[in-house]
């Protein structure tokens, strides 16, 4: 079965910089697409980034466009998301999804497993 574990997320003060690890297995990924959603306070779960596995392509969300990088090591099947320039309003629990597909879509109903979720508090 698939499984994703998150890792990476703390504390960090406004203005810094973290990276996300998420370990995939269970299956080969070379058809899959796996992204990156979040959940903050008084908030549903929205979308921040996604990747294709095999060709690399990228999506961000408006929120993180120009400060945020993902990306994927194959050999590792391990994706990662980088966050630059974080704010306070960035703090909440980050999730790791994939879906059996190719398109990078943005909505968290079109991913079918998720990992446990990481956390990640930034202080001003």
């Known amino acids: 079965q698939v499984q994703l574990v998150e890792s990476g997320g703390g504390l960090v003060q406004a203005g810094g910089s973290l990276r996300l690890s998420c370990a995939a297995s269970g299956r080969t990924f070379s058809s899959w697409a796996l992204g990156w959603f979040r959940q903050v306070p008084g908030k549903e779960r929205e979308f921040v980034a996604a990747?294709?596995?095999?060709?690399?392509?990228?999506r961000y969300a408006d929120f993180v466009k120009g400060r945020s990088t993902i990306s994927r090591d194959t050999t590792k099947n391990t994706v990662y998301l980088q966050i630059f320039s974080l704010k306070p309003e960035d703090t909440g629990v980050y999730y790791c999804s994939a879906r059996g597909a190719t398109m990078l879509s943005a909505s968290r109903w079109e991913y079918d497993y998720w990992g446990q979720g990481t956390e990640v508090t930034v202080s001003s």
């Open positions: 990747i294709s596995w095999s060709g690399g392509n990228t």
